[in-house]
């Protein structure tokens, strides 16, 4: 509260609201329901997955992936979205995430010692979402209980890759040039706490991020509310994005000796489903990525041969329980 008090880039009606909140948990003792609605209403989401951790109520057990949803693409006003400021700002492609890019503050779990704001970017850089969100998960693992069900893997991976695409649509990067730094979700987020996947699970998994994408994609669509304000992501693009990315694994798993090892069947396995996607029609405006791609693909697996019918997502982005095994065995 006393972060979003001190910061007059907001409205007035959100720092006074904040204000009689602050002095109603200084004179009271509140309840973990109370404050798990006070999250809500402030659209302090990371709270409320922390809150919804420490519960035992089934309801807001079941709130774990709203509160994800809401974290990255929220729904409603929040203090932080464009329209709540009293001033512009200036790196409007931060607005597609409020929490954030906007909230000014380098941690999203603050002590009373930490409140400082931090300037508000003139610009948006390409690696600016990666940052704040490799952060972000880094604070929730240290405060989520080790193997929550709310560190559902396929419901993670999917909303982050979803959302990346967003970001790298926004700042106008057109795909078809894999590389290490378009890979940082499963380098710098699947690789570590809490779910620590090796590469062979990370390939696993990404085939079936692939191999599924429409139903996901369909499934996050239609959770996201129709006023949301986020650019449209179609089928084709996300399906070039996501295959850059697998690709970008692919080369690192190249370059860490996988065709030496028994990494190479999972990459195999990965590499062909990569190839049936590109090699599909995807529109002729992106035809010269898929071209990229399918060219890189060829360079790497250059003698395809028949790989095993591909894992399957069922239920929407909840993956079933034998991918999760897969994905964290290999």
């Known amino acids: 509260m006393d972060l979003l008090i001190l910061d007059r880039q907001i409205s007035e009606r959100w720092r006074t609201a904040a ?18 609605q006070l999250a809500v209403d402030f659209s302090f ?13 089934v309801q807001e057990r079941d709130e774990g992936f709203a509160a994800w949803l809401q974290t990255f693409l929220p729904s409603q006003a ?10 512009p700002l200036q790196a409007t492609a931060h607005g597609l995430f409020p929490l954030l890019m906007v ?68 700042l106008k990067q057109v795909p078809g040039k894999p590389c290490a730094e378009k890979c940082w979700v499963p380098l710098q987020v699947l690789s570590r706490k809490p779910f620590q996947m090796p ?8 085939a079936a991020v692939l191999s599924n994408l429409t139903n996901w994609a369909g499934d996050l669509r239609r959770r996201l509310q129709t006023d949301n304000a986020i650019p449209s992501v179609k089928d084709p693009e996300l ?3 996501i295959a850059e990315v697998a690709l970008g694994l692919a080369q690192k798993a190249v370059e860490d000796g996988a065709r030496l090892s028994s990494t190479r069947p999972v990459l195999e396995a990965l590499l062909s489903d990569v ?13 010269t990525p898929r071209r990229q791609l399918l060219e890189i693909v060829q360079r790497l697996d250059p003698a395809p041969t028949s790989s095993p019918a591909p894992l399957r997502l069922r239920g929407g982005l909840r993956p079933t329980p034998p991918l999760i095994g897969l994905a964290t065995r290999a």
């Open 19 to 36: 204000r009689q909140k602050r002095q109603s948990l200084e004179d009271s003792i509140w309840k973990l329901q109370d404050l798990y």
């Open 45 to 57: 989401s990371h709270l409320v997955l922390i809150i919804a951790d420490l519960s035992s109520t």
């Open 78 to 87: 929040t203090p932080y979205s464009i329209g709540e400021l009293q001033s």
């Open 103 to 170: 909230r000014r503050s380098a941690n999203f779990l603050l002590q009373s010692s930490e409140l400082q704001l931090q300037p508000p970017a003139d610009v948006a850089q390409p690696e600016d979402f990666q940052v704040r969100v490799v952060r972000l998960l880094a604070e929730l693992s240290e405060a989520l209980k080790a193997g929550s069900p709310l560190w559902e893997i396929g419901s993670v991976v999917t909303l982050l890759e979803y959302c990346s695409c967003i970001w790298r649509k926004a």
């Open 199 to 206: 590469m062979a699970g990370l390939l696993k998994l990404y």
């Open 239 to 241: 399906s070039l994005h």
């Open 275 to 287: 190839r049936t996607v590109l090699e599909k029609p995807l529109g002729e405006e992106w035809g």
